[in-house]
């Protein structure tokens, strides 16, 4: 006997209608890590090479589709409405870990908080709800060693 589809509006953010939420919080938290390359330098003449070692640390955590599944599906972010979220948190290890970008230490300043990395309590919900299979846990506890070992 099969069991029926349900369908029902993704959980912990406030339901707009049907099954429209509003993801003006969830996105306000991702802008808060300043998700784009930050380069003090000018830039080359031609684009920003990467070697392929340096791209491999960051091929994961850029497949990251921002569906919001890591986060809805994290139990800090249900006890703590201002946690940034997985979702946030490996965005941010995407650029940090960038060779190419210059804003490590003011995004880990965000980070490193009470609302921030240290919030993550490994529970690796967001691990088994990712649709892109990303290790999401793997990579904030990547940023919590940079966060601790980092010259304040």
């Not at 069991?3 to 339901?15: D, G, K, S, T």
């Not at 290890?93 to 993550?120: K, M, P, T």
Request: net charge neutral; with cysteine; hydrophobic share 40%.
């Amino acid at each position: 006997m099969r069991r029926p589809i349900v369908l029902e509006p993704v959980p912990y953010l406030p339901i707009v209608k049907d099954l429209v939420v509003d993801l003006t919080d969830f996105f306000r938290k991702y802008e808060v890590i300043k998700p784009y390359l930050i380069s003090k330098t000018p830039p080359p003449p031609t684009e920003r090479l990467q070697s392929p070692e340096d791209r491999a640390l960051i091929d994961e955590a850029a497949k990251c589709i921002l569906c919001g599944a890591c986060t809805t599906g994290c139990p800090s972010n249900w006890s703590d409405p201002g946690y940034l979220g997985p979702a946030a948190l490996l965005k941010a290890y995407r650029f940090i870990f960038d060779s190419r970008d210059e804003g490590a230490a003011e995004r880990l300043n965000v980070l490193d908080d009470q609302h921030g990395l240290w919030r993550c309590h490994t529970i690796f919900n967001c691990v088994d709800v990712c649709p892109k299979e990303i290790n999401v846990t793997f990579h904030i506890s990547k940023l919590k060693m940079r966060a601790a070992l980092r010259e304040t």
